[in-house]
């Protein structure tokens, strides 16, 4: 018999057992603690494909004299592409089934630079898991997951993550979920909005000020906007080991509420990421938190960035630094929200 002769072969993938890959829901308890397989030796290819194509053009990460002017010993991996491998090797063991990327927080680097060259290990535990009571489909599970040298154990990148992950048995849900967040109106705006002078520690610090005395927000827009492609949408999570098939697989997600692939969250973070730091004299990444995906970023569709600025303080890691707290907000070419977070970083004082 030929196996592929079309009507034989539609009848053998009928018959057959699909040898399925990720977890359900149901796979995962409170307690347990997983070790990656994946490993990935961080390089300064990967680096730079990963923030050439976010534009994010910090010329320390770039330059080696701009970088040794920050005190590094050579380019090092940005914190961006070393979180997003670090998330990237994880999906097989806890996100492949499938669901959202619902957010994430205490997202931390130590202070100590990452080369190229590093390998990295990856463990995470499952610290969390509820049932949704909006989508019975669903359980939401958290996990602390940490990104380590595996030379010398040091931990080089941690956060916990929250994701939506299909059950393999659905339940009955009372949908109180979706009514509680009606309830919430929020604070009004400020009715005027300052934009700092410049990117230096003492142009938001100043702006910050002139708020305060004015009962403004300071408050601006990037120009810059990044529309998403098959380099970004299927590449990039690709080259950090991430198998979600939201960004790859075309002819499954066809059928899934976005009807298409869709932009890894590490990608749209990023870019608008990217779009605030060309507009300041970035130091050091110190910590993001609160991080939370709001709707999906397709092919097609283009990443632009708003930011906020909520403190400043001038103590920091180098005496050439101040600490400056962000809100980021990432947003579509329909000026819908698609990802928000705060960010605390260091930013360089002006030069006397
Ligand atoms: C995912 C959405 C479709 C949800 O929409 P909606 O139903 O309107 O949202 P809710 O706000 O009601 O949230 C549903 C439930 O999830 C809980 N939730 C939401 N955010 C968080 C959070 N940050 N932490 C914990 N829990 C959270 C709510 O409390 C609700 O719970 P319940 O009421 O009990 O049901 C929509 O938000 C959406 O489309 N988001 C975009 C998702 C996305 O595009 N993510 C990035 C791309 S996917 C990806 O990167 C995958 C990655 O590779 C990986 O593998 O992780």
């Not at 403004?216 to 120009?223: G, K, M, Q």
């Amino acid at each position: 018999m030929d196996w592929t002769d079309p009507d034989t072969f539609a009848q053998a993938l009928e018959q057959a057992e699909t040898k399925e890959k990720g977890n359900y829901f149901e796979n995962f308890e409170e307690g347990d603690v997983i070790e990656h397989d994946p490993g990935l030796t961080l390089t300064r290819f990967g680096n730079e494909q990963w923030m050439s194509q976010t534009l994010n053009h910090d010329p320390a990460y770039w330059r080696t004299d701009a970088a040794r002017a920050r005190g590094f010993e050579d380019p090092p991996i940005h914190p961006d592409y070393l979180t997003a491998a670090t998330l990237g090797i994880t999906v097989e063991d806890l996100s492949e089934k499938g669901g959202y990327f619902l957010g994430r927080t205490d997202v931390r680097f130590p202070e100590a630079p990452v080369y190229a060259g590093t390998e990295l290990h990856v463990e995470s535990e499952v610290v969390n898991r509820a049932t949704s009571s909006s989508r019975p489909e669903y359980g939401i599970v958290s996990w602390r997951t940490r990104g380590k040298d595996a030379e010398t154990g040091d931990v080089l990148c941690s956060y916990e993550r929250t994701n939506m992950i299909p059950r393999r048995d659905p339940v009955a849900t009372d949908g109180s979920g979706a009514a509680a967040a009606e309830a919430d109106d929020g604070p009004e705006l400020s009715d005027e909005f300052i934009t700092p002078d410049g990117g230096y520690y003492e142009d938001f610090a100043e702006a910050l000020e002139t708020a305060a005395d004015e009962n403004a927000a300071v408050a601006y827009r990037h120009e810059r906007g990044r529309t998403q492609d098959d380099v970004t949408v299927a590449s990039l999570p690709l080259s950090t080991l991430n198998t979600a098939k939201q960004h790859h697989n075309v002819d499954v997600m066809a059928d899934s509420p976005s009807g298409d692939i869709v932009t890894y969250g590490d990608v749209t973070r990023s870019t608008a990421l990217g779009h605030a730091r060309s507009d300041e004299e970035t130091w050091r990444e110190v910590g993001f938190d609160d991080e939370s995906f709001h709707t999906f970023v397709a092919v097609g569709d283009t990443v632009y960035a708003f930011t906020r600025v909520l403190e400043a303080e001038s103590g920091a890691s180098s005496d050439e630094a101040g600490t400056v707290r962000f809100e980021h907000i990432a947003f579509n070419q329909n000026d819908e929200p698609v990802y928000s977070g705060t960010r605390t970083a260091e930013i360089r004082k002006r030069p006397n």
